[in-house]
């Protein structure tokens, strides 16, 4: 496994924890807009499990197939898993897994 791999999967155990805590913030009848913070939250941490797995993608298994002669497959590829991810495609979109303004993670 990548170091960015066992990235991103750190990065989902604590959303899986942050998805805990929400569905009790539910159970408890929290405030909605509490509720709703968190949610923005969760959602946050999962586009950046994104980015993550785009910039391992691109070290690893497209510039190996591109290396190996399969580039236009790769692209066409890669092109279809992210032309719906504007997080991903969007102005702020950053490869290092992080989101505008966030320092990048060691």
Known sequence: MTSRKR???NRLKTV????????RMLEG??????????VSATQSS??????????NHLETCFSEAVLGGRGQGAIDELVEAVKFNQVLTGPEAAL???AAGEAARP
């Open 29 to 38: 009848d929290a405030y909605c807009v509490d509720v709703m913070k968190q």
């Open 46 to 55: 999962l586009e950046r499990v994104n980015r993550v797995m785009l910039k």
């Open 16 to 23: 899986r924890g942050h998805l805990d805590a929400i569905i």
């Open 7 to 9: 990235d991103a999967l």
């Open 96 to 98: 290092d897994g992080t």
